[in-house]
C-alpha cells in the first residue's frame, strides 16, 4: 500500500527490520509470503509500510501458521 509520505527501503534495511537473509526474502517473495519489491533504476525498494504491515501481520498470526513455521526455522 502506498502512501505519499512512505519510504523506501534497500535490501539491507530490510534485512536489519526483519531479521531475515537475503536468501529468505527472496525466496519468500516467490512463495509470495513477502512483500514485492519496486523497481526503480536497476534496484529493487521496499515501500516501509508494506515491511510494516507484513510484521504486524506476523504478531496477528498463530504461531502454528506456515508463514511463521518457515520463519522460525532460519
Aim: net charge positive.
Amino acid at each position: 500500500m502506498y502512501r505519499h509520505e512512505d519510504r523506501l527501503l534497500r535490501l539491507p534495511e530490510v534485512m536489519r527490520k526483519t531479521g531475515l537473509s537475503k536468501s529468505a526474502v527472496y525466496r519468500m517473495i516467490q512463495q509470495k509470503e513477502f512483500p514485492k519489491p519496486v523497481r526503480i533504476g536497476s534496484g529493487s525498494r521496499w515501500f516501509d509500510t508494506d515491511v510494516e504491515n507484513w510484521m504486524l501481520t506476523l504478531t496477528t498470526e498463530k504461531y502454528d501458521s506456515e508463514a511463521w513455521r518457515r520463519l522460525s526455522l532460519q
